[in-house]
Structures are given as C-alpha cells and as structure tokens.
C-alpha cells in the first residue's frame, strides 16, 4: 500500500492504477462503517484510493476542528487490511494551497435545511473539498455512507450539476448488534450516553412502522439525557419535509456529542 501526502505523489501513484479505480473519501479515525466502505469499493473496482483528510473548511467557528479524532497509525493498520492500494493523506496547505479558497462549490437549498440549518456552511464546505479530491484523485467510482444522507444527497446533485465524470455510490449504515449507527462520534459517548443513544435508532424504526416523524420524536423527547434537534420524514433528494418521503432522518444531542442517523422507508436491509 502506497501512503503519499503530496500531489505530485498521488498523481504519478494514479497515472500507475490500470483499470477501474474507486475511491472512499475519509476524515480518518476509521471505524467499521469505514471497513465497509472500503470492501464495497474493492467489489466495485480493480483498485481502491482513500484519502484521510480533516477538511478546516467544512468546520463551522463554534466546532472544535481541533478536537477532532485523529488517529492516523490505526487508520492506515484498517486501510492495509482491507486491501486499499494508496492512502491520500495531505495536509491543509497540499489541499488548499493558496488558502481558504475563494471560490467554493455551494450546496443550494440543500445547504440550509436539517444538517445545512445546524451547521450554516458546512455542505458548501464538503462539497468543495469532495469536488477538489475528485480531481486530485481522477475515480471511476466514490462510495460515500448512506449514514451522512444529506452529504451524499449533495455529492449527488453536484455531480450531476457540474458532470462531474464519477459514479456515485452510497453503501448501507452500518450499526452495532443493538441499532447504534457507527460514527468516530461515539467514542465520545459514556457507558450511559451510549445506553441512551439506542433512543435515535428505536425513533426511526418507530416513524417507519407509524409511517410519521411524530411517533418517533415523542420516543426521542421522552428520553433522559438526549435533546432532539428534529426527526423529520422528508423527501431523500430535496430534504424537504414531506409526509410522502422516502427518508426519516434524525439529529439529537446525547450529552454533549451531536449524533444523526436514518432510516431508509423502503429498504429491504433495514429493519
Ligand atoms: O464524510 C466525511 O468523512 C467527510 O464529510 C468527507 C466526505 C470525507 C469530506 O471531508
């Protein structure tokens, strides 16, 4: 496995990769949700990029950029494990060369509604830094989570706004044995937070079997310890609440961790 933190690198390391090529987008601190990713994009494709890239610009002011998990050795142990052929690993200034980038992608309505309203800037963020490592890293396949919905909604619309010559692929949440989404998140949730947190999953299933958000937001308020920011049914493209929609999604805070999670209405793998 070939690990570069340089442009030069990743590109003379690509211009090497024969045949389909698939990428998984990371922020590192890898977990099983990501292990999943990677075996899903070595199905796809003759041979797997990764990148490991803490994005600053999809940090709002009042999130602790600094504070985000950063283990790099590990990632690197899961990335070989599961067969990945080169690692992507730039800092801030290989990314974003001559600074916070004047010219950003903007994620549209999309960008100011659920996750976009809690976070103002973060999708324009996401989606500029998804945009340059598309380039940087030249894939025939991008496999991002069905866990961060309204992220890979984005990825979607602009890659086919802007044609962006990628295939998108989304790859099912993966949970514990008792519904808890993985999130490198969860670290931070003690033994009763995360007892708790059990609430978000049972929600969703709750809004699925009712066919209605309201059913599974009482579930959430009923909750010691966990604040419910919305559970909301919404259409899976738009994100606009929609009684008809294909989505539930969630965002809550359990103590002082932010987790989200979703429900997929007519997917035979949930539930
Ligand atoms: O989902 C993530 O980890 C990040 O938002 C991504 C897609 C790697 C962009 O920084």
Request: hydrophobic share 45%; charged share 25%; aromatic share 4%.
């Amino acid at each position: 496995m070939r690990v570069v933190d340089e442009r030069g690198d990743l590109s003379a390391v690509r211009d090497g990769l024969r045949g389909r090529v698939a990428v998984v987008m990371t922020m590192g601190a890898l977990h099983e949700g990501h292990a999943a990713l990677l075996r899903a994009a070595r199905r796809s494709a003759d041979h797997v990029v990764a990148t490991i890239f803490v994005n600053p610009l999809q940090f709002g002011p009042a999130e602790d950029l600094d504070r985000y998990p950063r283990t790099l050795a590990a990632d690197l142990a899961l990335c070989e494990r599961e067969g990945v052929d080169a690692v992507f690993t730039p800092a801030p200034h290989v990314v974003y060369p001559d600074g916070p980038p004047v010219v950003r992608v903007t994620a549209g309505p999309l960008g100011a509604v659920l996750e976009g309203a809690s976070r103002p800037g973060h999708f324009d963020g996401v989606l500029t830094v998804v945009c340059k490592l598309l380039h940087l890293t030249r894939p025939d396949v991008a496999l991002f989570g069905q866990k961060d919905a309204q992220q890979l909604a984005g990825i979607r619309r602009m890659v086919r706004d802007l044609d962006l010559p990628v295939q998108v692929v989304a790859v099912p949440t993966v949970r514990e044995p008792d519904g808890l989404a993985l999130s490198s998140r969860n670290r931070y949730l003690s033994a009763d937070e995360r007892r708790a947190a059990l609430v978000l999953h049972r929600a969703l299933e709750c809004a699925r079997a009712a066919g209605d958000a309201g059913a599974g937001r009482a579930l959430v308020q009923a909750e010691p310890g966990v604040e419910l920011e919305y559970l909301e049914r919404v259409h899976g493209t738009s994100f606009a609440a929609d009684p008809d929609g294909d989505l539930v999604v969630v965002a809550a805070r359990v103590g002082s961790t932010r987790l989200i999670d979703n429900i997929v209405l007519d997917d035979p793998q949930e539930g």
